[in-house]
């Protein structure tokens, strides 16, 4: 599974990890039993990283890897987020430290575990300096029952200030063919500090494996309904780089999804791409990319491809853009 490092100094784990967010409905429909067959066939598969969030589907996504997983627990390495909370206007950013001890017990226990190898503030509470939330993770790390900290969608300059508290191995945030805002500042910050890139919706929420078209309607509960980039004009325009990147995949005998997911292994080895998939099917195409090698006359195509500005829209509505720190 071509191992590599969680931050510096920390565990080793797998080049592809596996987003599980999907597992719970997040993009309509999902099925449990199939996604419980999943998970154990990733670990089977050499699978070591798995990515969920206290919030998805309000806890039950801890709860079905907790269920799964626990019998394997000296082969995973669990990662869980917290610091945000569901209301009636959506999610709102919580990171009081009540708020962050109250959640810590809480994933304990759904993920039937004593400690959580990598916890993630999901998002920066604007009425709470990151300095006191981060500060209370660390006593979390002290307690020894979590691991590593992790930040979610934050900027440098956030990143700075939180690892001047307790260094923080990992900052997940969107990064793939069309979404590299992370570039610019994010990523060499986190090289300087030693710290890991998790890349989530590294196949674009499923636009860059070629499943979804114009005539697609999304379920019930699917995120994508609400967000721009996945509808009217700017779907649109995003399946035409869809339509490229399924070309240059056609000459090389791969599926779009496999052309990405090289692409970001190509970025790095302290680039860890946790593409979500809660079909056995999927998840085996997608572990085909680590076998997949792209030559620099292919990552030239493939950026010809795609626009300087990436996709057409924007990643989240209004509110969920409200809830990055930028």
Request: overall charge negative.
């Amino acid at each position: 599974m071509h191992p590599t490092t969680l931050g510096t100094g920390g565990p080793a784990v797998s080049r592809l990890g596996l987003g599980c967010m999907s597992m719970t409905g997040s993009y309509g429909t999902a099925d449990p039993r199939e996604a419980a067959a999943t998970l154990l066939d990733a670990l089977d598969s050499g699978v070591t990283m798995f990515d969920t969030g206290d919030f998805y589907g309000d806890g039950a996504n801890e709860e079905l890897l907790g269920q799964t997983l626990a019998p394997h627990r000296d082969r995973v390495v669990l990662a869980t987020k917290t610091g945000v909370r569901r209301t009636a206007e959506g999610l709102v950013a919580s990171g009081t430290p009540a708020d962050l001890r109250r959640a810590c017990e809480a994933s304990l226990r759904r993920l039937r575990t004593d400690y959580i190898d990598l916890y993630y503030l999901a998002r920066i509470d604007p009425a709470v300096a990151v300095e006191e939330s981060v500060g209370t993770l660390a006593d979390l790390v002290a307690q020894g029952k979590v691991g590593r900290l992790g930040l979610s969608e934050v900027s440098a300059t956030t990143l700075r200030r939180a690892h001047a508290i307790h260094p923080i191995s990992a900052v997940q945030t969107e990064y793939s063919l069309w979404e590299r805002h992370v570039e610019h500042d994010i990523l060499p910050t986190l090289r300087s500090l030693g710290a890991t890139l998790v890349a989530y919706s590294p196949l674009g929420r499923g636009l860059l494996t070629g499943a979804v078209a114009t005539t697609t309607r999304y379920e019930p509960g699917d995120f994508r309904a609400t967000a721009p980039r996945y509808n009217g004009d700017d779907l649109q325009a995003n399946l035409a780089i869809v339509d490229a990147i399924t070309h240059l995949a056609t000459t090389k005998g791969v599926t779009p999804a496999q052309i990405a997911l090289a692409w970001l292994l190509a970025r790095g080895g302290d680039v860890i791409p946790i593409p979500g998939s809660s079909r056995r099917p999927h998840l085996r195409d997608n572990l085909a990319a680590l076998d997949l090698h792209l030559t620099p006359a292919d990552l030239i195509a493939i950026d010809a491809a795609v626009p300087d500005t990436g996709a057409q829209g924007a990643r989240y509505s209004d509110h969920g853009i409200d809830l990055i720190d930028q």
